[in-house]
């Protein structure tokens, strides 16, 4: 499966592996229905919903391929993902990378 962005360019590797470079890194606040992460190392805060902060959360867990990521998500919503949560999944992940929060391994 390839994940294409209006330019057609492929906006996330599927068969590379990512990780969060160093979650020790991170300095996390609650704020409504936010997350707020402090990244140390850049020295930038992302905002983040309930539905990224999941996603990152998986990769804290350790790095995993786009595969193993939805299949872990899937376990956690409990129901099969549909290709728009996926593309929705992907281009959160994209955003994580452009941010510096996930990175290849």
């Known amino acids: 499966m390839s ?3 209006e330019n057609n360019e492929n906006i996330f ?3 590379a592996v990512y990780g969060v ?3 020790a890194n991170f300095l996390w606040s609650g704020w409504e229905d936010a997350r707020i992460v402090y990244d140390t190392r850049s020295g930038h805060t992302q905002v983040l ?3 990224a902060r999941e996603l990152l959360a998986l990769y ?3 790095p995993k391929s786009l595969i193993e990521l939805f299949d872990e998500f899937a376990k956690i919503v409990e129901t099969d993902l549909d290709e728009p949560l996926k593309v929705k999944i992907v281009e959160t992940l994209n955003e994580f990378d452009t941010m510096g ?3 290849p391994v």
Do not use: Q, T
Request: charged share 45%; glycine share 6%.
């Open 101 to 103: 929060l996930i990175e």
């Open 21 to 23: 470079p160093d979650a």
């Open 49 to 51: 919903n309930d539905f």
């Open 3 to 5: 994940y294409i962005n």
């Open 60 to 62: 804290e867990d350790g």
């Open 13 to 15: 590797d599927e068969k």
